[in-house]
């Protein structure tokens, strides 16, 4: 049951492909939150996915864009506001992908090509995004823009490859933009850095497995699922939080803080053999 948090409020969603998506359980939460949204996904993701199955689900339209091309963006914001009859309140980005990571790249070793397309896709697409919107004034006085990103951001994480630049180049343009939008109009923008969370996106990664293993060992709190991070969405773009902005907030169950947890360090001193050691120093640049 929801609270009313969202009540009368217009929203747009980015990257709901299927139920394990984080942008597919936002969606659902901000509509029982009292929201109107208006779901968006690339024409292939719509055609792979099962955006249409959430949309008759949550009674609202899908509008085919690709966050990469302005003229897509000019087209879903002015449609949106048709649609909703009025401007928008709040917008999700959950959108990432890396061919450098699909095709098992390493860092190393990029090809320059897929870069280009990773931080296209990854991060240059925020910035379109509020871009689109300021122009439009497609956004109210207080309005709220959240988009996922993730501690590698700051932090180098094996197999997380080109997208690490990717997300810090995303955090990058929340603030830049958080502050002409913020200062302009009161919108704001901020990012959430969320735990490992089991998604199509997140299987992509080299090890993922391992790294959520290890980072529910290292949490205080344990991993942020899906869920919890739609309930920490809303909370972004309801009213309760209009002061904030051009932040980068972690929800990640206390990951980013720690050095060694008992439970990381118990299961470290368990696998350590000789043979492990060995294995550890021949791949640890890989």
């Known amino acids: 049951m929801g609270n009313n948090l969202l009540k009368g409020k217009k929203g747009i969603v980015f990257g709901a492909l ?31 996915g099962e955006t249409q199955k959430l949309a008759d689900k949550l009674n609202t339209k899908v ?10 963006l ?11 009859g009025g401007k928008i309140d709040f917008v999700l980005h959950s959108i990432g992908m890396s061919p450098n990571v ?3 790249r390493h860092y190393s070793d990029l090809n320059y090509s897929y870069l280009e397309k990773t931080l ?44 690490a630049d990717a997300k810090s180049l995303l955090e990058s343009i929340a603030r830049s933009f958080g502050y002409i ?18 998604t199509t996106a997140g299987n992509g990664v080299k090890g993922f497995d391992r790294l959520l293993d290890f980072a529910e060992r290292m949490s205080p709190l344990g991993n942020a699922n899906a869920e919890e991070c739609a309930d920490y969405c809303i909370t972004l773009f309801s009213d309760l939080t209009k002061k904030v ?3 980068n907030l972690f929800h990640d169950g206390g990951f980013s803080n720690m050095g060694m ?13 000789d043979d492990d050691e060995s294995q550890a120093d021949n791949h640890l640049f890989d």
């Open 102 to 104: 699909r095709k098992n």
């Open 245 to 247: 902005t051009m932040q």
């Open 74 to 84: 000019n087209n879903l914001f002015t449609e949106s506001m048709e649609i909703l």
């Open 63 to 72: 509008i085919g864009a690709d966050a990469t091309n302005v003229d897509d």
């Open 261 to 273: 947890s008992l439970r990381a360090l118990e299961q470290y001193e368990k696998g350590l053999t």
């Open 18 to 48: 299927n139920p394990d998506s984080i942008a597919w359980k936002v969606a659902e939460r901000a509509y029982e939150e009292g929201a109107t949204i208006i779901l968006t996904n690339t024409p292939m993701a719509l055609r792979m």
């Open 181 to 198: 939008y913020g200062r302009e109009r009161r919108v704001r923008i901020n990012t959430i850095s969320q735990s490992p969370t089991i």
């Open 120 to 163: 296209d896709v990854s991060a240059v697409s925020f910035h379109k995004v509020l871009q689109t919107a300021r122009k439009l004034d497609a956004i109210n006085e207080w309005g709220s823009v959240v988009a996922l990103s993730y501690v590698a951001a700051q932090r180098t994480f094996f197999g997380y490859n080109d997208m």
